[in-house]
């Protein structure tokens, strides 16, 4: 068993749910099963739900147990095989169209008023017994997140499905800097009150990586992975390796950006900036050893030039995004604690000090220039090198940009303050 293991002080206490050994409190799990033409295995999947229920609820602090199918516009029989069950208690959900698996699940959720959400693959493959740890763990552990990794030796998941899954793993762990073992696994179990905090997710196959980014991506996420065995499918598999594989690698990109872009635009910046300091080491050398600066290297200064302003303003950009994301999910407080002056606390002041700076730097690069046009109306080119004049431009869009940075990390703080009367006032 791996688990990602973060302190985090409005995690639930195992004592809520298990204050007294010969009672529980009224505790659901809904079991949802996304199913698209799986007449097959679906009536095999429901049958063994149901033969579980007893067990999850003997063996957890579970009180009760709903399992809801939804046909993702299937074709087949498999509507009429899953109405079969209504008389024990399975509701029925049925889309004309196909719309997604991601779409079914949560349809399956909304269908239901459970305080864990849980979805299980309707293809055979899965062992629901496995939700026994699953909702343990959720419950006695405080996790968010749980999930049945299926990369164990004993499972039967296809070899080229087991490489692209280790590669979506590694993709996960250089991004978030933490590791699982199955980002795409089709058996989970998640508390219901965290979903603020995972939504958007996207409606198709990729639904699965990208709960996996974005719980990873958030501190205030706690995910856990417990192993289990995987059984080859019954019927035929709708993924496209290539397909769902480019899809999964875009939404785990998505999911980053959207909770950390930082992790995926800085290593951008520290590129650029990388680039510039390489084409500004010819220009140096050649200026010390000859004292001048011929006129065809402009075009090597306005490309340095390029990629300057283009690093500062994803800069600016990220760190922007940051503060809007962490005010948006309502941990405004905790993010400005946890990082640096350059990011957190003290950001507003650093900016406006390094733009105030930048301007500096501009205005003593040209002031030879500001001078010889005040008194002469003219400006020689040995007053004057171009040279100085595109530095000083970098310089003074820095300065713009920082500026600008400054103004809207201020915004955001209003926005804070604001935020925290009014949710103080609920």
Not at 273 to 285: D, E, G, H, Q, T
Not at 333 to 342: A, C, D, I, V
Not at 362 to 380: K, N
Request: proline fraction near 4%; charged fraction near 20%; hydrophobic fraction near 50%.
């Amino acid at each position: 068993m791996s688990a990602l293991v973060m302190d985090r002080p409005d995690s639930l206490a195992q004592s809520e749910w298990l204050e007294r050994p010969d009672s529980k409190r009224p505790l659901k799990l809904t079991i949802v099963l996304p199913a698209l033409n799986e007449e097959e295995a679906i009536g095999g999947t429901i049958q063994r739900c149901l033969d579980t229920r007893a067990a999850i609820v003997h063996e957890t602090p579970v009180t009760e147990v709903e399992i809801v199918v939804v046909s993702d516009g299937s074709t087949d029989r498999t509507v009429e095989i899953a109405r079969q069950f209504e008389d024990q208690g399975v509701a029925v959900v049925v889309f004309k169209k196909n719309r997604g698996y991601g779409a079914a699940i949560k349809a399956g959720w909304r269908h239901s008023n459970g305080d864990l959400l849980a979805f299980l693959d309707a293809d055979g493959t899965c062992d629901p017994r496995y939700f026994i740890d699953m909702c343990n763990a959720a419950i006695r552990d405080g996790a968010d997140v749980v999930l049945g990794s299926r990369m164990g030796p004993d499972s039967k998941m296809p070899k080229l499905r087991r490489i692209g899954n280790r590669v979506f793993a590694a993709m996960l762990g250089l991004l978030s800097r933490k590791s699982v073992s199955d980002s795409a696994s089709g058996m989970r179990v998640v508390r219901r009150e965290c979903l603020a905090r995972l939504l958007p997710l996207p409606n198709g196959l990729a639904f699965t990586p990208a709960m996996s980014a974005r719980t990873l991506m958030d501190h205030d996420l706690i995910i856990r992975e417990i192993p289990m065995q995987y059984e080859e499918r019954i019927g035929r598999s709708k993924l496209s390796v290539v397909k769902d594989g480019l899809r999964f690698a875009r939404e785990i990109f998505s999911a980053a950006v959207y909770v950390r872009p930082s992790r995926v635009t800085l290593p951008i910046v520290v590129l650029m900036a990388a680039i510039a300091l390489v084409m500004s080491a010819f220009p140096v050398k050649f200026y010390l050893a000859n004292g001048f600066l011929p006129e065809w290297l402009i075009y090597r200064f306005l490309t340095v030039l390029l990629l300057g302003v283009a690093g500062v303003t994803t800069l600016g950009a990220t760190v922007m995004a940051e503060h809007m994301i962490a005010l948006s999910q309502l941990g405004y407080e905790q993010f400005l604690n946890q990082n640096g002056s350059w990011w957190g606390r003290r950001a507003l002041r650093v900016y406006w000090y390094a733009g105030l700076a930048f301007v500096a730097l501009a205005l003593a690069l040209v002031w030879p220039g500001i001078v010889s046009y005040a008194q002469t109306r003219t400006i020689p080119a040995a007053t004057l090198h171009w040279s100085r004049v595109v530095v000083a431009m970098f310089f003074v869009i820095t300065f713009l940009q920082m500026i600008a940075t400054a103004c809207i990390l201020r915004i955001v703080r209003a926005m804070h303050d604001r935020q925290q009367f009014l949710v103080g006032r609920q």
